[in-house]
């Protein structure tokens, strides 16, 4: 997998996405994920399926889609379609994500409404909450397995892990300072490389 990956980055040329082919690909996308599922699933038709991004282009539109406001997966949607075709490609990535979302959610609201007494209901919940933490994990892992591997980024990690998951400190401001230490780091760490040491 590492092999096919790093053949692909190296690859001269994409695929060409077609508006249809993006549209059917995030309203697939849209239909049949819940929340972090999602993520995984566009890599695999973006970057793997139909080979529209390099992996190292997903990587920077997946923390670029973190870091910005919004629900996360349209942002990486927008991104991804906005590589692949522009405005208009980034427009109907969207609309193939937002639209099954806003059927689903208008059905599964007048559904809880109903059913809220029950606690099969709650349980039907739980269990879908469970899964999409456990593909968000899984997408992590997949991603930080494909990060460049020097102690700068591991530091950052470490940090960013600490203040936000253990301190539970506000997003913003880490990012804030997160990012520009981020470019400061790659930027060194790209200058040693350069300098041979």
């Avoid at 566009?42 to 080979?51: I, Y």
């Avoid at 889609?65 to 349209?74: E, I, K």
């Avoid at 998951?165 to 350069?194: N, Q």
Wanted: without cysteine; aromatic residues 10%.
């Amino acid at each position: 997998m590492a092999e096919e990956t790093k053949n692909l980055d190296d690859a001269e040329t994409l695929e060409r996405a077609s508006l249809l082919d993006l549209f059917i690909a995030f309203l697939k996308i849209g239909v049949t994920s819940f929340g972090g599922a999602s993520r995984p699933m566009m890599h695999r038709e973006s970057v793997e399926r139909h080979r529209w991004l390099r992996e190292k282009d997903f990587l920077a539109g997946f923390a670029i889609a973190q870091v910005l406001p919004g629900a996360n997966p349209v942002n990486l949607a927008l991104y991804i379609g906005l590589r692949a075709r522009g405005a208009v490609g980034a427009t109907i990535a969207v609309l193939g994500m937002v639209i099954p979302a806003f059927i689903v959610i208008m059905i599964m609201g007048f559904a809880y409404r109903e059913l809220t007494g029950f606690p099969a209901t709650h349980m039907v919940l739980a269990g879908l909450a469970a899964s999409g933490v456990a593909a968000t994990i899984a997408t992590g892992i997949k991603m930080a397995t494909r990060l460049d591997r020097n102690i700068m980024t591991l530091v950052i990690f470490l940090i960013v892990f600490f203040v936000v998951g253990i301190l539970h400190w506000p997003m913003v401001p880490v990012v804030i300072v997160a990012i520009p230490a981020s470019f400061a780091a790659a930027w060194y760490t790209d200058k040693e490389a350069r300098n041979g040491r």
